[in-house]
């Protein structure tokens, strides 16, 4: 079956917090996930989580039903025979009875720039600004020199160049990374370099009209 590759790269506009409260030895509530080596990280559950969300939004937009994990009734069955196939995104991602035919590696930030962001708590309900919630979020320093990073960010072997162009339509469909969300952290461009049975795949023009016909044949099927 034809191997895909993805290099990605996600630029953050802000600072981006990758979550994981509890490590010792900062200042800061929310830490900066790293690897090994200290450097900042963007999981790989982080970016196959997202990525499997922003699909099943594009595929049900395109009139498609598939499943609603955690919820198992909501799940495809455990019967995933010839007659009865998993939904177009758990092909893609697997299910709890269906490996993935997709790898996901952390995303990898080779700058140690860091910062330490002053936020302000706020008392939702109420909607003030209290003091004493005043808390401090450490993230990665906005910059354009600053930049998550990995040459085989997704890789994996897929039976059509339409499933390559779901993930990288699925990929610029999302627009924050990471936690803090709310606090207006996590904006990010992205840069995709695809490579499916050894073609190059964009999503320019002819590749978002091969895509819609795609889910279109995947209705009426
Ligand atoms: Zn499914």
Redesign the pocket.
């Known amino acids: 079956m034809p191997l895909f590759q993805l290099g990605l790269t996600i630029m953050p506009e802000t600072g981006v917090s990758v979550g994981g409260s509890g490590h010792t030895g900062t200042r800061a509530d929310n830490t900066i996930l790293r690897d090994g080596q200290e450097r900042p990280i963007m999981p790989a559950s982080q970016v196959k989580g997202r990525l499997r969300h922003a699909c099943e939004a594009l595929v049900r937009a395109a009139g498609i039903p598939?499943?609603r994990?955690p919820n198992p009734e909501q799940?495809?069955p455990q019967d995933l025979s010839i007659t009865n196939p998993?939904?177009?995104?758990?092909?893609l991602f697997g299910?709890p009875w269906?490996a993935s035919v997709l790898q996901f590696q952390d995303l990898v930030q080779e700058s140690l720039f860091e910062a330490i962001r002053p936020g302000i708590g706020v008392e939702r309900r109420r909607g003030i600004v209290q003091e004493r919630l005043l808390f401090l979020t450490e993230t990665t320093a906005p910059g354009s020199e600053l930049f998550f990073y990995n040459a085989q960010a997704i890789t994996g072997n897929l039976a059509a160049k339409e499933q390559a162009l779901l993930l990288l339509a699925g990929l610029h469909s999302i627009r924050q990374w990471g936690g803090a969300k709310s606090r207006g952290l996590g904006w990010a461009t992205l840069d995709c370099e695809a490579r499916w049975n050894d073609q190059i795949i964009e999503l320019d023009q002819d590749g978002k009209g091969e895509l819609a016909e795609w889910l279109k044949t995947a209705i009426a099927s």
Do not use: D
Request: one cysteine or more; proline letters at 15%.
């Open positions: 598939t499943c994990p799940v495809c998993p939904c177009l995104i758990c092909s299910s269906h």
